[in-house]
């Protein structure tokens, strides 16, 4: 018999590391190439609609990336980048629209309502109530501070 | 010469945060959940704290298309909706700024998730 603390020790000394070098400069590379995406994103929507404001543009390009992000995980394409860059598939925009659409594609075969719609949110929920509550807050102090 | 300094700059802050992200993941062993959470709240605290407004100014999308953007825009909402609308702009302002994103993604994933079959079994 060994004990918790040994066993753990042991666990931890045997389970697979994820190797630290090559995993951040997988992480930065791609992580940096998606943000020069949206960047370029930007510009280009700029040339297009010369009179669309900075606030207009922002928003323009957040979606087209969500939608991207969306667009690659259905091809099947962003969850073997995601296995390669780890973080810097995960961090930028991109990974949360990932991570809306990966659980509605894993459980399609469960229907629609039950498993597509619900499904959805497995990973973006705590991310959607933390956001919103975390807003409500500020707006809540912001509005008897200010 | 100038456009190459602003990708250089977009690159380097973007691919800096993904970085540190990777750092988490690899010494905490936290899910991805966690950590798009906890970029998220670094977002709404540095929009608040107003360090995020000087970020932006210099990297641009390097710090609007990581998750902390998102953060970032929610918070900015709710101090605008209170600016403009008062306590209803508390609660209203945050989710109406991030709508768009919000509904392109659902929506986005709502078809793709009906067309697309899953080739991994990851989740």
């Given at each position: ?9 042991y666990?931890?000394?045997?389970q697979p ?5 090559r ?10 190439i998606i943000?020069?995406i949206?960047?370029?994103?930007g510009?280009i ?8 404001s900075e606030?207009?543009?922002?928003t323009w ?6 939608f991207?992000?969306?667009f690659?995980t259905a091809l099947?394409?962003?969850?073997k ?25 894993e459980?399609?075969r469960?229907?629609?309502?039950f498993?597509i719609?619900?499904?959805?949110f497995?990973?973006?929920g705590?991310?959607?109530v ?6 409500f ?10 | ?19 540190i ?5 690899n ?9 798009l959470?906890?970029?998220?709240l670094?977002?709404?605290?540095l ?6 407004e ?6 641009g ?14 918070a ?6 209170v600016?403009?609308?008062?306590f209803?702009?508390?609660i209203a ?29 990851k989740?």
């Open positions: 018999m060994i004990d918790r603390i040994e066993y753990q020790k666990v931890s000394d045997n590391k994820s190797p630290m070098v995993t951040l400069i997988a992480a930065f590379i791609v992580g940096g943000c020069c949206g960047e370029g994103i510009d929507l700029k040339l297009i609609f010369k009179d669309m606030k207009d543009v922002a390009e957040s979606c087209i990336m969500i991207l992000g969306s690659f099947g394409l962003y969850d980048l995601g296995h390669y860059a780890g973080g810097g598939s995960i961090i930028p925009i991109t990974g949360f629209a990932n991570s809306v659409t990966s659980p509605a594609m459980y399609n469960e229907g629609v309502f498993g719609c619900a499904k959805m497995v990973i973006a705590p991310i959607i933390f956001g919103v509550t975390a807003s807050i500020v707006g809540f102090i912001g509005y008897f501070v200010v | 010469m100038e456009i190459f300094l602003t990708y250089l700059k977009v690159f380097a802050v973007g691919g800096l945060v993904c970085l992200g990777q750092i988490l993941i010494k905490t062993k936290m899910s991805s959940a966690r950590i959470v906890l970029y998220l670094a977002g709404v605290v929009e608040v704290t107003g360090a995020f000087p970020m932006k100014q210099f990297a999308s390097g710090v609007t298309i990581p998750i902390m953007g998102f953060g970032s825009n929610l900015k909402g709710a101090l605008e909706g600016a403009e609308k008062g209803m702009g508390a302002g945050g989710m109406s700024a991030v709508a768009a994103g919000l509904t392109t993604a659902i929506v986005c994933g709502f078809i793709f998730g009906l067309i697309a079959k899953s080739r991994s079994k989740i």
